[in-house]
């Protein structure tokens, strides 16, 4: 301001050109008589500084446009291009503001925190080596007991949620009381009749789905599963962000579902019940065409659950033998441990041309018995 008001009495002094005046201030000639255009229109307030921002914004948000994207948001917890995806979706003759205005909408109400992202294309490519690309609906399942929260009445609650890998839909997601395999297997047996059987079922490596210890870290759960013609698929162990679209989705669904848990079970399956219809029919998931919801893109699997298990067929050429309760089998004598989750299976012997005997189940071989050792080699392979 002191030099704006020394350049205004310098002009008025008139005792020299003003473009002289103006290259001794560092000026140009258009800035001065700007100047000195507002101190004959504003006096000395003319000569401060001035608000830069545009006096019309053709494209900022009407009132009525951000009141209805604040309360989405406050209902679904949605971000700014999920938002934008279920407005779209709902009105589409509607013109909405785009994902950037919305979300910097979202930071003013303060209802989101801008964070740098990180690309992961090149960690997802090096843990999906070895694993089956979901390339179709029910080619993936995945499967996972979300961490476990205590009632407001006391008990503890597992919520068990099983997803369609290729279009995100939730298949299952059951408040269960525990982790045991019996409860479990139900909760299997009710999506497999309503969807019918996936070509895999990836999970962890925890209680119910594997078992440290056993042949491949197969519980009796996953037999089942290859009884049934479905190969069993386990993350590396303590190697989470293998399965990493489903830990993603129990964010979502702690966030939506479970807080403040509620009373009892029933209480927290309606709760369940409510986020999977709303998951999966209104909620728009940005890796679908045209971030449509899961239940435009899923539909379900070709092969039907069997009212029977289906019976074991081995080859001709291949010897058979019951396991014992204790798990074992014999051959040539020899007592040979598999696994105690098969008590009461039937399994086959089939020599190789390496002079390895084959120990298979179903369409699953287990491993290798290796005569000139007299030990049994655990190789879990499927068998096609």
């Known amino acids: 301001m002191s030099e704006r008001f020394a350049f205004i009495r310098a002009c008025l002094n008139r005792s020299e050109r003003i473009v002289d005046i103006c290259d001794r201030f560092g000026i140009s000639e258009k800035t001065g008589h700007k100047w000195l255009h507002r101190f004959k229109c504003d006096g000395a307030e003319g000569l401060a500084d001035r608000s830069h921002a545009a006096q019309h914004r053709p494209h900022r948000i009407p009132a009525e446009v951000a009141a209805t994207i604040v309360q989405l948001r406050r209902r679904y917890g949605y971000g700014a291009q999920k938002l934008r995806d279920l407005l779209t979706q709902q009105h589409p003759a509607s013109r909405w503001p785009a994902a950037s205005s919305i979300a910097a909408l979202l930071e003013r109400e303060h209802l989101i925190h801008r964070r740098r992202r990180r690309s992961r294309s090149a960690e997802r490519a090096a843990l999906d080596q070895g694993r089956t690309l979901a390339t179709a609906p029910n080619m993936v399942w995945t499967a996972d007991f979300k961490g476990e929260f205590r009632l407001a009445s006391g008990p503890y609650c597992y919520p068990l949620t099983i997803l369609d890998l290729h279009t995100h839909y939730l298949l299952g997601c059951t408040a269960l009381g525990t982790t045991a395999v019996a409860p479990t297997r139900q909760v299997f047996r009710r999506l497999f009749h309503d969807y019918g059987l996936p070509t895999v079922i990836r999970t962890d490596n925890g209680v119910p789905f594997a078992q440290p210890n056993a042949v491949g870290r197969l519980g009796a759960l996953a037999f089942w599963w290859v009884r049934l013609g479905i190969r069993p698929e386990h993350i590396t162990p303590a190697r989470p962000a293998e399965n990493g679209a489903h830990e993603r989705f129990h964010k979502t669904l702690k966030a939506a579902a479970t807080r403040p848990a509620s009373s009892s079970l029933e209480a927290q399956q309606r709760r369940f019940t409510r986020f999977q219809a709303e998951y999966n029919t209104q909620r728009p998931h940005e890796s679908l065409p045209g971030r449509r919801p899961p239940s435009s893109v899923y539909t379900p699997a070709s092969r039907p659950y ?79």
């Open 306 to 384: 069997p009212p029977r298990l289906p019976p074991l067929c081995y080859p001709e050429t291949s010897a058979v033998r019951l396991v014992d309760h204790a798990g074992f089998i014999k051959w040539r004598a020899h007592p040979l441990f598999l696994s105690s989750n098969l008590a009461g299976e039937h399994v086959s012997l089939t020599e190789n041309a390496s002079d390895l005997v084959t120990i298979a189940y179903a369409s699953l071989a287990l491993g290798d018995f290796d005569p000139h050792l007299n030990r049994f080699i655990p190789r879990v392979r499927w068998i096609d």
